[in-house]
Protein backbone atom coordinates (compact mmCIF):
# COMPACT_ATOMS: atom_id res chain seq x y z
CA UNK A 1 0.00 0.00 0.00
CA UNK A 2 1.10 3.31 -0.52
CA UNK A 3 2.51 5.42 2.49
CA UNK A 4 0.31 7.42 4.57
CA UNK A 5 0.31 11.44 4.60
CA UNK A 6 -0.18 11.94 7.81
CA UNK A 7 -1.04 15.65 8.13
CA UNK A 8 -3.14 15.08 4.98
CA UNK A 9 -5.64 12.28 6.86
CA UNK A 10 -5.77 14.32 9.98
CA UNK A 11 -6.88 17.42 8.09
CA UNK A 12 -9.87 15.75 7.03
CA UNK A 13 -12.33 17.05 9.65
CA UNK A 14 -15.01 14.33 11.13
CA UNK A 15 -17.02 17.71 12.46
CA UNK A 16 -16.75 19.76 9.70
CA UNK A 17 -18.06 17.41 7.33
CA UNK A 18 -20.65 16.77 9.15
CA UNK A 19 -21.97 19.96 10.16
CA UNK A 20 -21.83 20.15 6.39
CA UNK A 21 -24.04 17.39 5.97
CA UNK A 22 -26.33 18.44 8.14
CA UNK A 23 -26.78 22.19 6.98
CA UNK A 24 -27.09 20.56 3.42
CA UNK A 25 -30.05 18.20 4.77
CA UNK A 26 -31.79 21.07 6.31
CA UNK A 27 -32.17 22.40 2.63
CA UNK A 28 -35.30 20.17 1.42
CA UNK A 29 -35.22 18.27 4.91
CA UNK A 30 -38.38 17.76 6.58
CA UNK A 31 -39.29 14.72 9.27
CA UNK A 32 -41.67 12.14 8.35
CA UNK A 33 -44.31 10.40 11.00
CA UNK A 34 -41.70 8.49 12.55
CA UNK A 35 -39.55 11.09 13.33
CA UNK A 36 -37.20 10.07 10.72
CA UNK A 37 -35.02 13.44 9.09
CA UNK A 38 -35.38 13.39 5.38
CA UNK A 39 -34.36 15.54 2.61
CA UNK A 40 -36.75 16.42 -0.85
CA UNK A 41 -34.32 18.21 -2.85
CA UNK A 42 -35.87 18.23 -6.42
CA UNK A 43 -33.51 19.11 -9.13
CA UNK A 44 -33.69 22.48 -11.13
CA UNK A 45 -35.96 24.18 -8.37
CA UNK A 46 -35.02 26.51 -5.89
CA UNK A 47 -34.06 24.19 -2.84
CA UNK A 48 -31.86 22.77 -5.55
CA UNK A 49 -30.11 26.28 -6.19
CA UNK A 50 -30.12 26.97 -2.47
CA UNK A 51 -27.69 24.13 -1.59
CA UNK A 52 -25.73 24.69 -5.22
CA UNK A 53 -25.20 28.69 -3.84
CA UNK A 54 -24.08 27.08 -0.15
CA UNK A 55 -21.31 24.84 -1.80
CA UNK A 56 -19.96 27.53 -3.83
CA UNK A 57 -19.96 29.80 -0.87
CA UNK A 58 -17.86 27.17 0.41
CA UNK A 59 -15.09 26.62 -2.37
CA UNK A 60 -14.89 30.77 -2.55
CA UNK A 61 -13.69 30.67 1.04
CA UNK A 62 -11.01 28.34 0.37
CA UNK A 63 -10.22 29.88 -3.08
CA UNK A 64 -11.66 26.95 -5.54
CA UNK A 65 -13.13 28.17 -8.48
CA UNK A 66 -17.14 27.85 -9.36
CA UNK A 67 -18.25 26.39 -13.09
CA UNK A 68 -21.31 25.38 -14.49
CA UNK A 69 -22.02 23.99 -18.18
CA UNK A 70 -25.58 23.89 -19.87
CA UNK A 71 -26.86 20.83 -18.02
CA UNK A 72 -26.05 22.71 -14.68
CA UNK A 73 -23.25 20.59 -14.05
CA UNK A 74 -21.35 22.29 -10.81
CA UNK A 75 -17.84 22.23 -10.92
CA UNK A 76 -15.27 23.98 -8.26
CA UNK A 77 -11.85 23.43 -9.50
CA UNK A 78 -8.62 23.09 -7.64
CA UNK A 79 -6.10 24.24 -9.48
CA UNK A 80 -3.00 21.70 -10.51
CA UNK A 81 0.84 23.18 -10.24
CA UNK A 82 0.42 21.68 -14.35
CA UNK A 83 -3.14 23.55 -14.88
CA UNK A 84 -2.62 22.39 -18.36
CA UNK A 85 -3.20 18.15 -17.48
CA UNK A 86 -6.60 16.56 -17.35
CA UNK A 87 -7.86 16.47 -13.45
CA UNK A 88 -9.10 14.01 -11.67
CA UNK A 89 -12.90 14.67 -11.36
CA UNK A 90 -14.80 13.66 -7.86
CA UNK A 91 -17.86 14.22 -6.75
CA UNK A 92 -21.85 13.20 -7.03
CA UNK A 93 -25.29 14.46 -6.92
CA UNK A 94 -26.88 16.92 -4.64
CA UNK A 95 -30.83 15.98 -6.11
CA UNK A 96 -33.03 14.05 -3.80
CA UNK A 97 -35.68 11.41 -4.22
CA UNK A 98 -39.06 12.98 -3.30
CA UNK A 99 -38.82 10.59 -0.05
CA UNK A 100 -35.03 10.51 0.01
CA UNK A 101 -32.35 10.69 2.74
CA UNK A 102 -29.66 13.16 4.17
CA UNK A 103 -26.69 11.06 2.27
CA UNK A 104 -27.49 9.61 -0.96
CA UNK A 105 -25.77 11.89 -3.35
CA UNK A 106 -24.59 14.79 -1.40
CA UNK A 107 -21.97 13.14 0.47
CA UNK A 108 -20.04 12.17 -2.47
CA UNK A 109 -19.92 15.99 -3.53
CA UNK A 110 -19.03 16.85 0.18
CA UNK A 111 -16.80 14.39 1.15
CA UNK A 112 -14.98 15.74 -2.64
CA UNK A 113 -14.96 19.07 -1.24
CA UNK A 114 -13.68 17.85 2.71
CA UNK A 115 -10.93 15.79 0.82
CA UNK A 116 -9.82 18.89 -1.43
CA UNK A 117 -10.11 21.47 1.55
CA UNK A 118 -7.36 18.54 3.41
CA UNK A 119 -5.10 19.09 0.47
CA UNK A 120 -5.14 22.26 0.49
CA UNK A 121 -4.71 22.79 4.17
CA UNK A 122 -2.22 19.82 4.52
CA UNK A 123 0.39 21.84 1.79
CA UNK A 124 -0.11 19.23 -0.70
CA UNK A 125 0.14 20.53 -4.21
CA UNK A 126 -1.16 18.40 -7.29
CA UNK A 127 0.21 18.28 -10.63
CA UNK A 128 -3.34 17.72 -11.92
CA UNK A 129 -6.25 20.08 -11.33
CA UNK A 130 -8.65 18.05 -8.58
CA UNK A 131 -12.76 18.83 -9.94
CA UNK A 132 -15.04 18.79 -7.75
CA UNK A 133 -17.97 18.26 -9.21
CA UNK A 134 -22.07 18.15 -8.60
CA UNK A 135 -23.98 16.35 -11.33
CA UNK A 136 -27.59 17.78 -12.42
CA UNK A 137 -30.49 15.49 -12.13
CA UNK A 138 -28.64 12.01 -10.67
CA UNK A 139 -31.89 10.41 -9.56
CA UNK A 140 -34.39 11.13 -11.92
CA UNK A 141 -37.28 12.08 -9.53
CA UNK A 142 -38.63 15.13 -10.71
CA UNK A 143 -37.34 14.06 -14.55
CA UNK A 144 -37.01 10.52 -15.79
CA UNK A 145 -34.43 9.26 -16.28
CA UNK A 146 -31.69 9.94 -13.94
CA UNK A 147 -28.32 10.61 -14.80
CA UNK A 148 -28.91 13.59 -17.38
CA UNK A 149 -25.93 15.69 -16.46
CA UNK A 150 -23.42 13.36 -16.50
CA UNK A 151 -25.13 11.31 -19.58
CA UNK A 152 -25.00 14.75 -21.42
CA UNK A 153 -21.11 15.08 -20.05
CA UNK A 154 -19.90 11.76 -21.23
CA UNK A 155 -21.50 12.69 -24.97
CA UNK A 156 -23.53 9.56 -24.16
CA UNK A 157 -26.61 11.32 -25.57
CA UNK A 158 -27.10 15.21 -26.79
CA UNK A 159 -27.81 17.85 -24.18
CA UNK A 160 -31.17 18.62 -25.74
CA UNK A 161 -32.52 15.11 -25.20
CA UNK A 162 -34.84 15.52 -22.39
CA UNK A 163 -35.85 18.99 -23.27
CA UNK A 164 -39.35 17.38 -23.41
CA UNK A 165 -39.83 15.63 -20.35
CA UNK A 166 -42.55 17.01 -18.14
CA UNK A 167 -42.48 16.96 -14.66
CA UNK A 168 -45.74 16.51 -12.64
CA UNK A 169 -46.50 19.57 -12.52
CA UNK A 170 -46.28 19.86 -16.79
CA UNK A 171 -42.99 21.88 -16.52
CA UNK A 172 -40.71 20.99 -19.33
CA UNK A 173 -37.38 19.92 -18.53
CA UNK A 174 -35.95 22.63 -21.32
CA UNK A 175 -37.52 25.39 -19.75
CA UNK A 176 -36.70 24.84 -16.24
CA UNK A 177 -32.88 23.94 -16.94
CA UNK A 178 -33.08 27.53 -19.09
CA UNK A 179 -34.87 29.29 -15.71
CA UNK A 180 -32.00 27.53 -13.62
CA UNK A 181 -28.98 28.57 -16.29
CA UNK A 182 -30.51 31.97 -16.40
CA UNK A 183 -30.57 32.27 -12.80
CA UNK A 184 -27.11 31.42 -12.43
CA UNK A 185 -25.78 33.76 -15.05
CA UNK A 186 -23.21 34.88 -12.28
CA UNK A 187 -21.17 31.63 -12.50
CA UNK A 188 -18.57 31.21 -14.79
CA UNK A 189 -19.96 29.49 -17.90
CA UNK A 190 -17.83 26.17 -19.21
CA UNK A 191 -18.21 23.94 -22.41
CA UNK A 192 -19.95 20.92 -21.56
CA UNK A 193 -17.33 17.98 -21.25
CA UNK A 194 -14.13 18.87 -19.43
CA UNK A 195 -12.04 22.16 -20.10
CA UNK A 196 -9.59 21.04 -21.81
CA UNK A 197 -11.84 19.07 -24.45
CA UNK A 198 -10.07 15.78 -23.45
CA UNK A 199 -11.35 13.21 -20.74
CA UNK A 200 -10.44 13.68 -17.20
CA UNK A 201 -7.71 11.71 -15.83
CA UNK A 202 -9.80 9.75 -13.98
CA UNK A 203 -13.00 9.71 -11.92
CA UNK A 204 -13.96 8.95 -8.13
CA UNK A 205 -16.91 9.24 -6.71
CA UNK A 206 -17.66 8.41 -3.04
CA UNK A 207 -21.02 7.59 -1.92
CA UNK A 208 -22.83 5.29 1.02
CA UNK A 209 -23.69 1.92 -0.16
CA UNK A 210 -26.97 1.55 -0.45
CA UNK A 211 -27.05 -1.97 0.74
CA UNK A 212 -26.47 -3.77 3.89
CA UNK A 213 -23.31 -5.57 3.09
CA UNK A 214 -20.48 -3.19 4.93
CA UNK A 215 -22.31 -2.74 7.80
CA UNK A 216 -23.37 -6.64 8.48
CA UNK A 217 -19.82 -7.50 7.27
CA UNK A 218 -17.97 -5.53 9.29
CA UNK A 219 -15.98 -3.30 6.62
CA UNK A 220 -15.41 0.23 6.71
CA UNK A 221 -14.96 1.05 2.81
CA UNK A 222 -16.23 -0.69 -0.30
CA UNK A 223 -13.90 -0.63 -3.10
CA UNK A 224 -16.63 -0.77 -5.69
CA UNK A 225 -15.76 -3.02 -9.06
CA UNK A 226 -18.72 -2.13 -10.80
CA UNK A 227 -22.44 -0.91 -11.71
CA UNK A 228 -25.20 -3.46 -12.73
CA UNK A 229 -26.73 -2.80 -15.82
CA UNK A 230 -30.54 -0.85 -15.94
CA UNK A 231 -33.06 -0.40 -17.89
CA UNK A 232 -36.05 2.13 -17.96
CA UNK A 233 -39.30 1.74 -19.93
CA UNK A 234 -42.67 4.01 -19.72
CA UNK A 235 -45.69 1.76 -20.24
CA UNK A 236 -48.73 3.48 -21.38
CA UNK A 237 -52.13 1.38 -21.78
CA UNK A 238 -54.64 2.96 -24.06
CA UNK A 239 -58.59 2.16 -23.58
CA UNK A 240 -61.90 3.93 -23.02
CA UNK A 241 -63.42 5.45 -19.93
CA UNK A 242 -67.10 4.28 -19.20
CA UNK A 243 -69.23 4.69 -16.67
CA UNK A 244 -68.47 2.24 -13.86
CA UNK A 245 -72.52 1.15 -12.76
CA UNK A 246 -74.04 0.97 -15.97
CA UNK A 247 -70.84 -1.25 -18.84
CA UNK A 248 -71.20 -4.66 -18.82
CA UNK A 249 -67.68 -5.98 -17.93
CA UNK A 250 -67.76 -7.56 -21.78
CA UNK A 251 -68.22 -4.29 -23.18
CA UNK A 252 -65.16 -2.65 -21.36
CA UNK A 253 -61.43 -1.59 -22.57
CA UNK A 254 -60.38 -0.99 -19.14
CA UNK A 255 -56.63 0.13 -18.83
CA UNK A 256 -56.23 -1.00 -15.38
CA UNK A 257 -57.37 -4.60 -16.14
CA UNK A 258 -54.76 -4.70 -18.78
CA UNK A 259 -51.98 -3.41 -16.66
CA UNK A 260 -52.86 -6.07 -14.37
CA UNK A 261 -52.27 -8.67 -16.94
CA UNK A 262 -49.46 -7.20 -18.35
CA UNK A 263 -47.73 -6.60 -14.81
CA UNK A 264 -48.51 -10.41 -13.99
CA UNK A 265 -47.40 -11.54 -17.34
CA UNK A 266 -44.10 -9.23 -16.90
CA UNK A 267 -43.38 -10.95 -13.27
CA UNK A 268 -43.40 -14.12 -14.87
CA UNK A 269 -40.91 -12.81 -17.62
CA UNK A 270 -38.28 -11.85 -14.60
CA UNK A 271 -39.02 -14.54 -12.34
CA UNK A 272 -35.47 -15.39 -11.05
CA UNK A 273 -34.88 -18.40 -8.79
CA UNK A 274 -31.42 -16.80 -8.04
CA UNK A 275 -32.28 -13.84 -6.79
CA UNK A 276 -30.07 -11.72 -8.89
CA UNK A 277 -32.40 -9.79 -10.95
CA UNK A 278 -34.35 -6.46 -10.08
CA UNK A 279 -37.65 -5.80 -11.39
CA UNK A 280 -39.30 -3.34 -10.16
CA UNK A 281 -43.02 -1.39 -10.82
CA UNK A 282 -43.58 1.93 -8.91
CA UNK A 283 -44.73 4.60 -10.43
CA UNK A 284 -48.67 4.14 -11.97
CA UNK A 285 -50.63 7.24 -13.37
CA UNK A 286 -54.33 6.19 -14.13
CA UNK A 287 -57.06 8.44 -16.42
CA UNK A 288 -59.16 9.91 -15.54
CA UNK A 289 -58.05 8.36 -12.11
CA UNK A 290 -61.71 8.70 -10.54
CA UNK A 291 -63.45 5.65 -9.03
CA UNK A 292 -67.01 5.40 -10.50
CA UNK A 293 -65.09 5.41 -14.25
CA UNK A 294 -63.61 2.98 -15.87
CA UNK A 295 -59.53 3.56 -16.65
CA UNK A 296 -59.20 5.15 -20.56
CA UNK A 297 -55.39 5.10 -19.81
CA UNK A 298 -52.83 3.46 -17.68
CA UNK A 299 -49.12 4.20 -17.30
CA UNK A 300 -46.54 2.24 -15.32
CA UNK A 301 -42.33 2.57 -15.00
CA UNK A 302 -40.04 -0.24 -15.09
CA UNK A 303 -36.76 -0.16 -13.72
CA UNK A 304 -35.26 -3.82 -14.70
CA UNK A 305 -31.69 -3.80 -13.49
CA UNK A 306 -29.28 -7.22 -13.92
CA UNK A 307 -25.38 -7.44 -14.05
CA UNK A 308 -25.07 -9.61 -16.85
CA UNK A 309 -25.48 -7.88 -20.06
CA UNK A 310 -26.75 -11.04 -22.00
CA UNK A 311 -29.76 -10.89 -19.67
CA UNK A 312 -30.13 -7.39 -19.64
CA UNK A 313 -30.92 -7.47 -23.14
CA UNK A 314 -32.40 -10.44 -23.85
CA UNK A 315 -34.71 -10.40 -21.14
CA UNK A 316 -35.25 -6.05 -22.09
CA UNK A 317 -35.73 -6.84 -25.13
CA UNK A 318 -38.63 -9.31 -24.36
CA UNK A 319 -40.49 -6.81 -22.28
CA UNK A 320 -42.73 -4.84 -25.55
CA UNK A 321 -43.94 -8.42 -26.56
CA UNK A 322 -44.59 -9.93 -23.49
CA UNK A 323 -46.55 -6.69 -22.84
CA UNK A 324 -48.19 -6.78 -26.32
CA UNK A 325 -49.21 -10.49 -25.93
CA UNK A 326 -51.19 -10.46 -22.14
CA UNK A 327 -53.67 -7.32 -23.39
CA UNK A 328 -57.16 -8.06 -23.75
CA UNK A 329 -58.74 -5.31 -24.92
CA UNK A 330 -56.51 -2.41 -25.02
CA UNK A 331 -53.11 -1.22 -26.66
CA UNK A 332 -50.06 -0.01 -25.36
CA UNK A 333 -47.23 2.02 -25.99
CA UNK A 334 -43.80 1.06 -24.57
CA UNK A 335 -40.44 3.31 -24.60
CA UNK A 336 -37.45 3.09 -22.89
CA UNK A 337 -35.92 5.96 -22.00
CA UNK A 338 -33.08 4.93 -19.95
CA UNK A 339 -30.06 2.18 -20.93
CA UNK A 340 -27.47 1.55 -18.97
CA UNK A 341 -25.18 -1.47 -19.61
CA UNK A 342 -23.18 -3.12 -16.63
CA UNK A 343 -19.85 -1.27 -15.76
CA UNK A 344 -16.64 -3.53 -14.62
CA UNK A 345 -14.30 -0.78 -13.65
CA UNK A 346 -10.64 -0.25 -14.90
CA UNK A 347 -8.16 -1.63 -12.12
CA UNK A 348 -6.74 1.85 -11.61
CA UNK A 349 -9.10 3.97 -9.33
CA UNK A 350 -10.34 0.60 -7.24
CA UNK A 351 -6.38 -0.40 -6.57
CA UNK A 352 -6.17 3.25 -5.31
CA UNK A 353 -8.48 3.18 -3.21
CA UNK A 354 -7.87 -0.06 -1.90
CA UNK A 355 -4.45 0.85 -1.63
CA UNK A 356 -5.72 3.58 0.33
CA UNK A 357 -7.59 1.96 2.42
CA UNK A 358 -5.73 -0.76 3.41
CA UNK A 359 -2.73 2.13 4.26
CA UNK A 360 -5.30 3.74 6.68
CA UNK A 361 -5.47 0.68 8.54
CA UNK A 362 -9.27 0.54 7.62
CA UNK A 363 -10.84 -2.91 6.47
CA UNK A 364 -12.23 -2.89 2.66
CA UNK A 365 -14.50 -5.04 0.72
CA UNK A 366 -14.79 -5.41 -3.14
CA UNK A 367 -17.97 -5.64 -3.98
CA UNK A 368 -20.58 -4.52 -7.13
CA UNK A 369 -23.12 -1.58 -6.86
CA UNK A 370 -26.56 -2.68 -7.08
CA UNK A 371 -27.70 1.34 -7.42
CA UNK A 372 -26.53 3.02 -10.52
CA UNK A 373 -24.64 5.93 -10.50
CA UNK A 374 -22.94 9.01 -12.18
CA UNK A 375 -19.52 6.99 -12.48
CA UNK A 376 -21.53 4.40 -15.34
CA UNK A 377 -21.65 6.81 -17.51
CA UNK A 378 -18.38 9.10 -16.99
CA UNK A 379 -16.08 5.53 -16.85
CA UNK A 380 -16.23 5.53 -20.68
CA UNK A 381 -14.08 8.03 -20.60
CA UNK A 382 -11.28 7.60 -18.06
CA UNK A 383 -10.06 5.19 -15.32
CA UNK A 384 -13.42 5.55 -13.03
CA UNK A 385 -14.16 4.16 -9.20
CA UNK A 386 -16.24 4.97 -6.32
CA UNK A 387 -15.92 4.77 -2.30
CA UNK A 388 -18.41 3.33 -0.78
CA UNK A 389 -19.05 3.66 3.13
CA UNK A 390 -21.85 1.48 5.08
CA UNK A 391 -24.90 2.89 6.45
CA UNK A 392 -27.41 1.74 8.36
CA UNK A 393 -29.63 -1.70 7.73
CA UNK A 394 -28.45 -1.15 4.16
CA UNK A 395 -31.34 1.50 3.84
CA UNK A 396 -31.29 4.13 1.01
CA UNK A 397 -34.36 6.35 -0.85
CA UNK A 398 -35.93 6.63 2.66
CA UNK A 399 -36.14 9.42 5.30
CA UNK A 400 -34.48 6.99 7.83
CA UNK A 401 -31.34 6.41 5.73
CA UNK A 402 -28.20 7.38 7.97
CA UNK A 403 -24.82 6.74 8.13
CA UNK A 404 -22.07 7.37 11.08
CA UNK A 405 -19.76 10.67 11.25
CA UNK A 406 -17.14 8.28 11.60
CA UNK A 407 -17.63 6.09 8.82
CA UNK A 408 -18.23 8.77 6.42
CA UNK A 409 -15.34 10.15 7.44
CA UNK A 410 -13.21 7.28 7.26
CA UNK A 411 -14.49 7.49 3.68
CA UNK A 412 -13.19 11.05 3.01
CA UNK A 413 -9.88 10.36 4.81
CA UNK A 414 -9.57 7.17 1.79
CA UNK A 415 -10.87 10.03 -0.61
CA UNK A 416 -8.49 12.37 0.29
CA UNK A 417 -5.49 9.94 -0.19
CA UNK A 418 -6.99 8.46 -3.32
CA UNK A 419 -7.01 12.01 -4.84
CA UNK A 420 -3.10 13.01 -3.55
CA UNK A 421 -1.85 9.47 -5.13
CA UNK A 422 -4.28 10.01 -8.58
CA UNK A 423 -3.80 14.06 -8.96
CA UNK A 424 0.43 13.20 -8.87
CA UNK A 425 0.47 10.75 -11.40
C1 LIG B 1 -30.22 5.67 -8.35
O1 LIG B 1 -30.59 6.38 -7.41
C2 LIG B 1 -30.72 4.34 -8.54
O2 LIG B 1 -31.96 4.19 -8.63
O3 LIG B 1 -29.92 3.40 -8.55
MN1 LIG C 1 -26.99 8.69 -5.30
MN1 LIG D 1 -30.38 7.78 -5.15
MN1 LIG E 1 -28.49 7.09 -7.48
Known amino acids: PDPVAPNLVAAVSEARQWQRLMEMGAIGGFSDADGNEGVNRACLTDLDRQARRLLISWAEAIGLTASTDILGNLFLRHEGTDPTLPPVVTGS ?7 GGRFDGIWGVIAAFEA ?12 RPVEVVAWTNEEGGRYAPGCMGSMAYAGYAPPTTWDAVTDKDGIRFGDA ?13 RPLGTVEGTAPFAYVEAHIEQGPRLEAEGFDIGVV ?20 GTTPLGLRRDAVQDMLRAITALNALMHDPSDVLRF ?7 EPNTSNSVAAVARFTI ?8 VLQARGNAIEGVIQAALKTCTAKVTERFHAIPTDFAPLVPDAVEGAARAQGLRALRLPSGAFHDAQFIHPLCPTGMIFVPCRAGVSHHPAEY ?23
Not at 280 to 286: D, G, K
Not at 303 to 310: G, I, Q, S, T
Not at 403 to 425: F, I, K
Open 93 to 99: HMDSQPQ
Open 116 to 127: VQALREAGIATR
Open 177 to 189: LAEHLALEADIAR
Open 225 to 244: TGIQGSRWFLVEINGKSDHA
Open 280 to 286: TVAHIEV
Open 303 to 310: DFRHPDNA
Open 403 to 425: AEPGALAAGARVLAQVLADLANR
